[in-house]
């Protein structure tokens, strides 16, 4: 609950900016780049995806239209929830639980609950109205609350719940964005409230004013200077208000999520490199304590990327939004080769081979290594415990190493470092039984704003990426890669973030769904 409270811990308190020296606000430009592609599309066999993965220096402009163009990716944008979600049967009626009282939501929650694949039910409308009511506090109030700033008199403090955390990290984008539900702020005009030196100015109105001064909290830097952990922690603490009721949290992998390339099968100089990715997983929580205490988690469910780019216009406009949506895709190209992992082992680069078994340099015993080599160091063992014929002794409370020298560990001869989490139990959750695709939803976030895309991957795609061959080079083997974004919702509006936390309650409600074999006949399948 307290994860990214140590994203603040460092930032100093709001200082005081002469208006003059705060930068202009920052632009909200949201991207709306949207490539298209058909099943039966002609490529050019230069620009296939095999040949792509072949040149791998992989410059970024791959990353683009022609990587597009190779993936066949065919977004659809302003999506609606029931072209979004799957199975719109999994849709609550939120017109209908808006509409109900504290009393009748009480009565029918338990009718609007439906199990889950973990176990347990899924929340109903009385935990819905609970959240739609947290969130629906006024931005001011909400900042007053975490502020600790005392409540105007004759109004009520407002009680934010669960939604403190999120309101915390909400109020320290204040510093860097404007809020557009402040009222403006304008000059009080000297003509209508002067100002005279008198003994009366000291009264309760001049204090009254006074306090409404050093209460006001006001933009001193632009958005582009805002650190990404900001970014980060909002959204994650939006999303687990609807998670953490599906038995899921948000934390970031252990390992640095990547995204695995392999040359073709059978080529005559075999590459694999990655591209790595900035996102954190949604993962589902563990059913037992001990389980929990060993940090076992299920998934990932879902993935979160969060992009720090305000300028769209560099180089270009095409070049500057293609780039943003490649690493909207990487994250949920990454989150399927993961879920891909389920019921299988990893299988390490280059286990086996001669480069990772046998001894560097012929055999030999090789010579010193950085600064061994430097002509005033000490012959021997650096790391051994001195002795009186060396003529040197440590201090008492110096411990000699315990672990291997930094040299030492270059000269063992090995495989790469593991890639796959040993404490991630890794599942496809809520794939569709039998599909030869797999939905991922990326939950997006730009600026102020989040959005949810899903991207149906298909399982012959990553073959593709592991290196399987692609029999006719002309055509996709795959088809089309067919995504899916939602609007964009500004977090600082009310109405916006409802709707957003009814979008990620659809989401959550589709992925932990209880598996049955009839999954395969659902809608847009």
């Known amino acids: 609950m307290f994860g990214s409270f140590t994203a603040f811990a460092t930032v100093p308190a709001k200082a005081k900016v002469d208006p003059k020296d705060i930068p202009p606000p920052t632009s909200v430009n949201l991207p709306r780049f949207q490539p298209f592609a058909h099943e039966d599309d002609p490529i050019d066999p230069s620009a296939a995806l095999s040949t792509l993965l072949e040149t791998t220096g992989r410059s970024l402009a791959v990353l683009g239209a022609p990587g597009f ?79 600790r700033i005392p409540t105007p008199k004759g109004k009520q403090q407002a ?15 204040t510093t860097f964005w404007d809020d557009p539900t402040a009222p403006p702020s304008l000059v009080p005009s000297p003509e209508a409230t002067p100002i005279e030196e ?68 059978g080529s005559p100089q075999p590459r694999k490199s990655y591209y790595p990715s900035g996102c954190i997983f949604i993962f589902q929580s563990p059913m037992t304590r001990e389980a929990a205490r060993a940090g076992t988690v299920h998934g990932p469910v879902a993935a ?8 769209f216009s560099n180089p270009s406009v095409e070049k500057a939004q293609s780039l943003d949506l490649a690493r909207e895709v990487l994250a949920a190209l990454v989150t399927a ?13 280059g286990e086996g081979q001669w480069w990772t078994t046998e001894k560097r340099w012929g055999g030999g015993p090789g010579g010193p290594i950085g600064r061994e080599a430097d002509k005033d160091s000490i ?19 110096k411990k000699p190493r315990k672990n291997m020298s930094i040299y030492d560990n270059y000269r063992m001869v090995r495989p790469p470092a593991s890639t796959w989490d040993r404490k991630a139990q890794y599942e496809a959750i809520g794939k569709v039984q039998g599909a030869d695709y797999d939905d991922i939803f990326v939950v997006s976030s730009l600026f102020h704003h989040i959005s949810i895309l899903r991207v149906r991957v298909p399982n012959r795609l990553l073959g593709a990426l592991d290196g399987a061959p692609d029999p006719d080079p002309t055509k996709r083997g795959w088809g089309k890669v067919d995504a899916w974004r939602s609007e964009w919702y500004d977090l600082f509006q009310v109405d916006q973030r409802v709707e957003a936390m009814k979008l990620v309650w659809v989401m959550m409600a589709y992925q932990m769904r209880k598996g049955t074999d009839e999954d395969i006949k659902m809608a847009n399948a």
Not at 305 to 310: F, H, M
Not at 386 to 392: F, L, N, Y
Request: glycine share 6%; proline share 7%.
């Open 198 to 265: 008198t003994p009366d100015s000291d009264g309760p109105k001049a204090q009254s004013i006074a306090d409404n001064d050093a209460n006001a909290v006001y933009r001193t830097a632009d958005g582009s200077s805002m650190p990404a952990e900001y970014r980060n922690s909002l959204v994650s603490a939006f999303v687990k208000l609807v998670a953490y009721d599906f038995g899921c949290n948000v934390s970031p992998a252990r390992l640095e999520p990547r995204l695995h390339l392999s040359s073709t099968e």
């Open 69 to 147: 163009s190779a993936l066949g990716l065919n977004l659809s944008l302003d999506a609606k929830p029931e072209d979004l979600i799957p199975d719109a049967s999994l849709i609550p009626d939120f017109k209908e639980w808006d509409n109900l009282s504290a009393d009748d939501a009480r009565d029918q929650n338990s009718s609007t609950r439906r199990p889950m694949r973990n176990g347990n039910l899924t929340p109903g409308c009385q935990v819905y109205l609970e959240r739609r009511k947290e969130l629906s506090n006024i931005n001011e109030d909400a900042f007053r609350t975490v502020r």
């Open 337 to 349: 080769q993961h879920r891909a992992r389920e019921g299988k082992t990893e299988k390490r680069f």
């Open 159 to 173: 009680r934010l719940g669960n939604t403190y955390e999120f309101f915390r990290c909400l109020e320290a984008f």
């Open 379 to 397: 012959p021997g063992d650096k790391d051994a415990k001195p002795t009186e014929s060396d003529g040197t002794s440590l201090p008492p409370s």
């Open 304 to 311: 979160l990327s969060a992009r720090g780019t305000t300028d």
